[in-house]
T-cell receptor, first 112, second 113 residues
Framework: DGGITQSPKYLFRKEGQNVTLSCEQN?????MYWYRQDPGQGLRLIYY???????QKGDIAEGYSVSREKKESFPLTVTSAQKNPTAFYLC???????????FGNGTRLTVT | GENVEQHPSTLSVQEGDSAVIKCTYS??????FPWYKQELGKRPQLIID?????GEKKDQRIAVTLNKTAKHFSLHITETQPEDSAVYFC???FGGGSYIPTFGRGTSLIVHP
C-alpha cells in the first residue's frame, strides 16, 4: 500500500552499532510518530513530531534520536545507548487533532 | 500523560459469538477514541472511531460505545468470524493543543471456527 513507507522490513545489527530506520510519507501529514511494539506491551511512543524541524520525546525516548528536516521524512536512529533495541518499530503519520493514524508496515530490528 | 488500560489481554470465542473489549483512560480532556486492528505480521489499521460528542457508533458488525463520565469506551463485535482473529488496540489522546495518541496494551482475539 502507498501512503507511508518504512524500510527496511528486517534489519540485523551487532551490539554497539547505531542503526537508522527510514520512514517516508506522501500523505501530506504534519504529524509523524515512532512507536515500539513488544509482545504484550502494546505500542509505546518513542518520539513524535508535529511540524518540520520540531520533535518531542515520548515515553521511551532514551537511546533513540530522530530528525524532521522534511515534512515527508522522519528517520529514527537506534543508538548503542539503547539497552534492549530488539523490537518491532512502527512509524505513523496523521493530520493532527482527532484523526486516525496511518501506520507503515514496520521494521523488525534484531540486535545480537 | 495519558494512561489507557485495556482488558482483556486475550479473548477466545466461538465463531458466531459476540466479543467485547473494554478500555479506560485517565485524561478527561481526551475527546477522540479510535480502535485499530492488527493482523499477524501486518500494520495496525483503523476499524472504527468515536468522538466525545457521540455515545455510540456502529459499522456493520462492529460498534463502539463511550461513557465520558466514567472515562471508558468499549468495542463490540457481533457474529464473529475467523477473519476477526487479530490484536485489537484502543487509543486515547492527551496533549492539549497536540494530538498524542496513547495506546492500550492490546487484546488478542481468537475466533474458533
Amino acid at each position: 500500500d502507498g501512503g507511508i513507507t518504512q524500510s527496511p522490513k528486517y534489519l540485523f545489527r551487532k551490539e554497539g552499532q547505531n542503526v537508522t530506520l527510514s520512514c517516508e510519507q506522501n500523505l501530506n501529514h504534519d504529524a509523524m510518530y515512532w512507536y515500539r511494539q513488544d509482545p504484550g506491551q502494546g505500542l509505546r511512543l518513542i518520539y513524535y513530531s508535529q511540524i518540520v524541524n520540531d520533535f518531542q520525546k515520548g515515553d521511551i525516548a532514551e537511546g533513540y534520536s530522530v530528525s524532521r528536516e522534511k515534512k515527508e521524512s522522519f528517520p529514527l536512529t537506534v543508538t548503542s545507548a539503547q539497552k534492549n533495541p530488539t523490537a518491532f518499530y512502527l512509524c505513523a503519520s496523521g493530520d493532527g487533532m482527532d484523526s486516525p493514524l496511518h501506520f507503515g508496515n514496520g521494521t523488525r530490528l534484531t540486535v545480537t | 500523560g495519558e494512561n489507557v488500560e485495556q482488558h482483556p489481554s486475550t479473548l477466545s470465542v466461538q465463531e458466531g459469538d459476540s466479543a467485547v473489549i473494554k478500555c479506560t483512560y485517565s485524561d478527561s480532556a481526551s475527546n477522540y477514541f479510535p480502535w485499530y486492528k492488527q493482523e499477524l505480521g501486518k500494520r495496525p489499521q483503523l476499524i472504527i472511531d468515536i468522538r466525545s460528542n457521540v455515545g455510540e457508533k456502529k459499522d456493520q458488525r462492529i460498534a463502539v460505545t463511550l461513557n465520558k463520565t466514567a472515562k471508558h469506551f468499549s468495542l463490540h463485535i457481533t457474529e464473529t468470524q475467523p477473519e476477526d482473529s487479530a490484536v485489537y488496540f484502543c487509543a486515547a489522546s492527551f496533549g492539549g493543543g497536540s494530538y498524542i495518541p496513547t495506546f492500550g496494551r492490546g487484546t488478542s482475539l481468537i475466533v474458533h471456527p
